[in-house]
């Protein structure tokens, strides 16, 4: 076949307008071409006919291989485009959605906050039950989402857990975690009066500081914790630390400054005690039903200090002048 014709068929079949025929006197030329002992002959066609048979020949070895033939790269690439948008919404919705998730979870948070003067009964997602003391505030999430059921204390409750050995009940106070399974149990943490105890009822507690076990607790066993001090371990008769939870006053073994900070959250009047000593005098007795005056004339019977107050402002605890 001359040059003339070879060019001429490619021309048709670049317009596509090539017959059946002259296709296959193409096709027949193309594959006797790999019989050829040179290249002598396709260095005699001029520059059009070379590029012509060159995307002939790509075309048929793109199409032996089942690679598809460089017209079909635009659309390639817009698909690639189009796939690439199509991944790149679904990875935006999910990130969204868990966005949305995350921010749902965190306005699933329950406060629960016990007013001056006031407890507060409050039964948690999972049945266990709090009853936090005046001025106590528990703070949970409405799922118990996790391996843990978690709350965090601040101020004094008392816990009435219900039992899931899979899942503990961890009480967070500022440093220090409460993990049980299913027990009864109290948790004070005062940080104005650096305090944190825990006082158990029924079953087994495990406290825990930062990153160390600090104890593991039994019914009618207490642990006291105060900064720079070693836990103070000891053994609690009779229920009267849970008298608070029915509306009581009655201290057992407590500092002055315990019961003041009681008397304030009953009352809403602050009492300032101005001497250290003073501070840690320890008292036991039933106060409940009295006013802040008719309690500290009790207390000031047996340590005789100074009293100063007025009806709006707070009371003023004092040492005696000599």
């Not at 008769?237 to 002055?256: F, P, R």
């Amino acid at each position: 076949m001359d040059n003339y014709r070879i060019q001429q068929l490619l021309e048709k079949y670049d317009r596509q307008t090539i017959t059946q025929e002259e296709l296959a006197e193409l096709d027949q030329w193309y594959d006797a071409f790999d019989e050829q002992p040179d290249d002598a002959h396709l260095r005699s066609l001029h520059t059009p006919v070379k590029y012509r048979l060159k995307e002939k020949m790509y075309a048929t070895i793109t199409k032996t291989a089942g690679v598809p033939q460089r017209r079909s790269f635009a659309l390639m690439r817009w698909a690639a485009g189009i796939l690439l948008l199509i991944t790149s919404s679904i990875l935006l919705f999910f990130w969204q959605k868990n966005t949305i998730i995350s921010s749902l979870v965190k306005a699933t948070n329950v406060t629960v906050a016990a007013p001056k003067g006031k407890l507060v009964k409050k039964i948690l997602p999972d049945g266990s039950q709090v009853t936090l003391n005046a001025g106590s505030t528990l703070v949970y999430n409405q799922f118990f989402l996790g391996d843990e059921r978690k709350v965090f204390l601040d101020g004094e409750g008392f816990f009435k857990v219900t039992k899931n050995k899979k899942k503990p009940f961890v009480v967070q106070s500022g440093g220090f975690q409460t993990r049980v399974l299913g027990t009864s149990f109290s948790v004070k943490s005062l940080p104005e009066l650096d305090l944190f105890e825990v006082t158990v009822q029924t079953g087994k507690v495990q406290v825990e500081g930062r990153n160390e076990l600090l104890a593991k607790l039994l019914p009618t066993q207490r642990i006291s914790i105060r900064t720079g001090k070693r836990p103070e371990h000891s053994t609690v008769y009779g229920k009267e630390y849970m008298l608070w939870t029915e509306g009581k006053i009655y201290v057992d073994n407590q500092s002055l400054e315990e019961i003041a900070w009681r008397f304030e959250q009953r009352y809403g009047q602050k009492i300032l005690i101005e001497d250290p000593l003073l501070k840690s005098l320890r008292y036991t007795g039933d106060l409940t039903g009295l006013s802040i005056p008719q309690a500290l004339k009790i207390i000031n019977e047996i340590h005789p200090f100074e009293i100063h107050s007025t009806p709006s402002g707070p009371v003023h605890i004092r040492k005696l002048e000599k």
